[in-house]
Nanobody, 119 residues
């Protein structure tokens, strides 16, 4: 099995920054794309950013220019640097990974980490 463990969430004032981390562990053969999603209260989960194993990135329009996704393939870890945070960024952030194991290919999710932007 594969586990994704997120860290780095918390409370921050508008305009502040946070850095989220997500480490994958377990019976991993190859990790393809990794990404971050978020779910605000009363809303559906939405894509924030993704990054391929080669480093190609994609961002949701509202975070482009403020958030930066990166990954360390040697550590099976993906990061999300969040700058110029706004109250509307408040949500539970989830890590996602497309993983090949010895038994096949599956999509895995972390448990989520709360990000609250408030003064």
């Amino acid at each position: 099995q594969v586990q994704l463990v997120e860290s780095g969430g918390g409370l921050v004032q508008p305009g502040g920054s946070l850095r989220l981390s997500c480490a994958a562990s377990g019976s991993i053969f190859i990790i393809n794309a990794m990404g971050w999603y978020r779910q605000a209260p009363g809303k559906q989960r939405e894509l924030v950013a993704t990054i391929t194993s080669a480093g190609s990135t994609n961002y949701e329009d509202s975070v482009r220019g403020r958030f930066i996704i990166s990954r360390d393939n040697a550590k099976n870890t993906v990061y999300l640097q969040m700058n110029s945070l706004k109250p509307e960024d408040t949500a539970v952030f989830y890590c996602n990974a497309d993983v090949h194991t010895l038994w096949g290919r599956n999509d895995y999710w972390g448990q989520g980490t709360q990000v609250t932007v408030s003064s």
